[in-house]
């Protein structure tokens, strides 16, 4: 089987959504299949573009390597990439040959209500362009690449929730289907977790975000809430890892005498996002909006305590008080309450640690693979079976 995976994310060896396309196009290669992938950075028309021109003009282009002699099997469409291929089938029925998926790496409708109602709080509606932009054309050509798809993928219930309510898609046509750790994460460890020694006179305790620097990651609550432990605890510290932003630009959202507890690394390998993970005694997480996060599983699996904001994939995984403390997004004393209590409490972080790791265990690609790839192949005919609706 030929596929071809149609991202509008950078060929980024640091991004989420390409790290991952990257890891699912690695199992499908290894079951035998042909795979390539394309981005925007990969036809040179699209290079010099302004980014609001991006939805219309890279999907037009995109959907010319779909067509003649060498069209693949499948093509798997990142959000809104295949509004435009959904059009050529309708007028081309040759083009039909080809099979749609539409996968969503974060569900843009949900992540836009996020950043508006984070600006409006702020007191700065956004632009009338972005308003129309991201508010109006990219869902509408998001949903027209759904419902033109003999299957959509989604990461997270509530996601599922709005393609069904909003009829994006039919039922039968969707599957929710999880991220995956590496297995590496979940390794054991002899040594004393650092959460064990949290509080103690010869350890300051040390805090870990871990995301890009900006609005929808929560930064404005995170950077209020380490304020105020700050103050009650002199020694804290925190750690803002894969921040794509650099050092100076994180700290000029903190107060300048907090910038001696701060250690900003804009990009870290992943041998050093391990690294972090276990030198850090609470994994802090206050998103606004989320898919289904990469950094709160690796956490998860590292055993590390956690304080999350109820969105994405979070309340799917976690349970408050069981495996995490959650609490509401947008909501600084909530955060830093839970954040306190994590401090003040080493068996709490012990037995919250532990319960993550084990949920995080249901979701090693070792237990996708398998689900993924044949979940494909069924979509193209190539496999007989019923298609799950849906995984972890």
Same mark, same amino acid.
């Given at each position: 089987m030929r596929l071809l995976f149609v991202l509008h994310a950078p060929r980024d060896p640091h991004g989420a959504v390409y790290n991952d396309t990257r890891r699912r196009a690695a199992l499908l290669r290894e079951r035998g299949h042909t795979v390539e992938i394309l981005t925007p950075a990969d036809l040179p028309a699209t290079v010099r573009l302004a980014p609001r021109w991006l939805p219309f003009v890279y999907p037009a282009l995109a959907a010319r390597r779909l067509l003649g002699r060498d069209a693949p099997d499948l093509a798997i469409f990142h959000s809104y990439t295949g509004?435009?291929?959904?059009?050529?089938?309708?007028?081309?029925?040759?083009a039909r040959r080809t099979r749609m998926v539409t996968q969503f790496h974060g569900l843009e409708p949900l992540n836009y209500?996020?950043?508006? %109602? +984070?600006?409006a709080r702020r007191g700065e509606p956004l632009p009338a362009r972005t308003r129309l932009l991201q508010g109006a054309v990219v869902p509408a050509m998001a949903r027209w690449s759904c419902r033109g798809s003999e299957r959509v993928l989604c990461l997270n219930r509530r996601e599922e929730r709005f393609l069904l309510d909003h009829r994006w898609t039919r039922p039968e046509r969707l599957s929710r289907l999880p991220n995956a750790v590496e297995a590496a994460f979940l390794a054991e460890r002899s040594a004393l977790r650092p959460s064990d020694r949290a509080g103690t006179e010869d350890r300051a305790a040390h805090l870990l975000f871990l995301g890009q620097w900006f609005l929808g990651k929560g930064i404005r609550y995170l950077a209020t809430a380490f304020e105020r432990l700050a103050a009650e605890r002199p020694d804290l510290a925190l750690c803002c890892l894969g921040t794509r932003l650099p050092a100076d630009v994180v700290r000029a959202d903190f107060p300048d005498k907090l910038h001696a507890h701060l250690r900003v690394l804009p990009a870290a390998e992943p041998e050093e996002v391990a690294a972090e993970l276990r030198r850090a005694d609470v994994f802090v997480f206050?998103?606004?909006? +989320?898919g289904f996060s990469l950094a709160l599983l690796e956490a998860m699996a590292t055993g590390l305590p956690i304080v999350a904001t109820r969105v !994405?994939?979070?309340? %799917?995984?976690?349970?408050? !008080?069981?495996?995490?403390?959650?609490v509401e997004p947008a909501d600084t004393e909530a955060l830093a309450d839970a954040v306190r209590r994590l401090l003040d409490d080493p068996d709490l972080c012990r037995r919250l640690g532990a319960a993550a790791r084990e949920r995080?265990?249901?979701?090693?690609? %070792?237990?996708l693979a398998p689900v993924y790839? +044949?979940?494909? +192949?069924r979509t193209t005919g190539q496999h007989g079976g019923t298609i799950a609706r849906e995984a972890g």
């Open positions: 509004w435009f291929f959904r059009l050529v089938r309708a007028l081309w029925p040759p209500r996020a950043i508006r %109602d +984070e600006q206050p998103s606004l909006a +989320e !994405g994939a979070a309340p %799917d995984l976690l349970e408050d !008080g069981v495996s995490a403390l959650l995080a265990a249901e979701h090693t690609w %070792d237990r790839v +044949e979940l494909l +192949e």
